[in-house]
């Protein structure tokens, strides 16, 4: 399976099946991360944590505090897509890791406003 990051008129695909957004609260300044699985027609987030809680980052129910993060396993389903929108008081943007790497999405010298992250096909 493949995923694809459309970027304006720009795709890059993926072949994955997992990848990590990490980003970093725009007032909270704490991390937040989600783990995603790519399936052949949605995207469906796994797992998420959060340094802290606060200004729209609070844990689900029955999250759990490991010392760092509070974890937990969103209750949504799966998705078609998700976008992500770029904003000026969060400059660096989102950190987008898959196959052991990393790179950074939707920062300030980005020309899409909105990154589209979807399956795609092979």
Same mark, same amino acid.
């Given at each position: *399976?493949?995923? #694809?990051?459309?970027?304006?008129? @720009?795709?890059?695909?993926?072949? @994955?099946?997992?990848? @990590?957004?990490?980003? =970093?609260?725009?007032?909270? !300044? @704490?991390?937040? %991360?989600?783990?995603?699985? &790519? $399936?052949? /027609?949605? +995207?469906? %987030?796994?797992? /998420?944590?959060?340094?802290?809680?606060?200004?729209? *980052?609070?844990?689900?129910?029955?999250?759990?505090?490991? $010392? !760092?993060?509070?974890?937990?396993?969103? &209750?949504?389903?799966? +998705?078609?897509? &998700? /976008? +992500?929108?770029?904003?000026?008081?969060?400059?660096? $943007?989102?950190?987008? #890791?898959?196959?052991?790497? #990393?790179?950074?999405? $939707? =920062?300030? =010298?980005? /020309?899409?406003?909105? %990154?589209?992250?979807?399956? #795609?096909?092979?």
């Amino acid at each position: *399976m493949s995923l #694809c990051i459309v970027t304006g008129s @720009t795709v890059a695909k993926i072949a @994955t099946l997992s990848f @990590t957004l990490a980003w =970093t609260h725009s007032v909270q !300044k @704490t991390q937040w %991360i989600e783990e995603w699985r &790519v $399936g052949p /027609a949605s +995207l469906q %987030i796994v797992g /998420a944590r959060a340094e802290s809680n606060g200004a729209g *980052m609070e844990p689900q129910a029955g999250a759990v505090f490991d $010392g !760092k993060f509070w974890r937990w396993k969103p &209750v949504l389903g799966p +998705l078609p897509e &998700v /976008a +992500l929108r770029r904003s000026d008081a969060v400059p660096e $943007g989102w950190t987008f #890791c898959a196959l052991g790497q #990393c790179r950074a999405i $939707g =920062t300030a =010298t980005d /020309a899409a406003d909105i %990154i589209y992250l979807r399956p #795609c096909p092979d």
